[in-house]
Structure formats: structure tokens, C-alpha cells
């Protein structure tokens, strides 16, 4: 069976770091370009496009928001992307998921819906708290 799965969320102090990994089984990840969103449980919270890569060229995308914080790679050894978050903030609490698409090959895929996306996690929750 052919699924993605997010791992690595939890709870973490303000300034602290944590590692995002979105695994693929049953198909080859690296052929994919990836992106990862997070939804806010806040009321009024919409969903946000933070970064993606390209199964193209593994051009990189990061949001404005988390921009000189996060990084995304890819892992082909591990069949993962990982979303590497450094000095966090209470605001980036939230569920991350991320999704996967042979039919983007751009930061494009942001701008998409990852519902219908070929692939696509449930999600792991962040909590960012002292």
C-alpha cells in the first residue's frame, strides 16, 4: 500500500528546534515534488503553503514567514523530505502535513489543493510552548 506519513512534531520551547520528516512507502518519493502546509487550530487560522521541492530540478521554496528558519531536503536513502525548523516561535504551532504530486514540478504545487494531490499525510501535530 502506497501512503505518506509525518513524523518528528511534539512539544518544544520558544527557540528550540525540531525535525519534520515526510516518509513515502510504496513508491519513490524523489519522483515527486513535495510541499509541506500547516493548518492552526486557531479560529480564523487559514491553511499556509511553507515549503516545497522540486522532483525536477530540487529548486527549494520557503514561505516568507519561516524564511532563514526552515530548511527542506530531500532524504532518497530514507525515501523521506525533512522540514528541519529552527528558532521557533508559539506561532508556528500547528499541524504539518505535507503532500506529494507528479504533476508539479514547481513551487506551484503551494498554490495547490493538497487534498487531491497524489499523495498526502495525515499529519503531525507542533506545539511551540514554554
Known amino acids: ?17 525540531l525535525r519534520l520528516s515526510c516518509t513515502a512507502s510504496g513508491f519513490t518519493l524523489g519522483d515527486y515534488t513535495v ?3 500547516r493548518q492552526a487550530s486557531e479560529p480564523g487560522r487559514v491553511r499556509e503553503g ?18 532563514d528558519r526552515f530548511t527542506i531536503s530531500r532524504d ?10 529552527n528558532s521557533l516561535k508559539p506561532e508556528d504551532s500547528a499541524l504539518y502535513y505535507c503532500a506529494a504530486d507528479s504533476r508539479y514540478t514547481d513551487s506551484g504545487i503551494l498554490r495547490g489543493n493538497p487534498n487531491g494531490m497524489d499523495y498526502r499525510g495525515e499529519g503531525t501535530r507542533v506545539t511551540v510552548s514554554s
Do not use: C, F, T
Request: no cysteine; proline share 2%; hydrophobic share 40%.
Open 1 to 17: 500500500q502506497s501512503r505518506l506519513v509525518e513524523s518528528g512534531g511534539g512539544l518544544v520551547e520558544p527557540g528550540g528546534s
Open 76 to 85: 532518497d536513502a530514507d525515501n523521506a523530505v525533512h522540514l528541519q525548523m
Open 35 to 37: 510541499a509541506w502546509w
Open 50 to 67: 511553507i515549503s516545497s521541492i522540486s522532483a525536477r530540478d530540487g529548486s527549494i521554496y520557503i514561505a516568507d514567514s519561516v524564511k
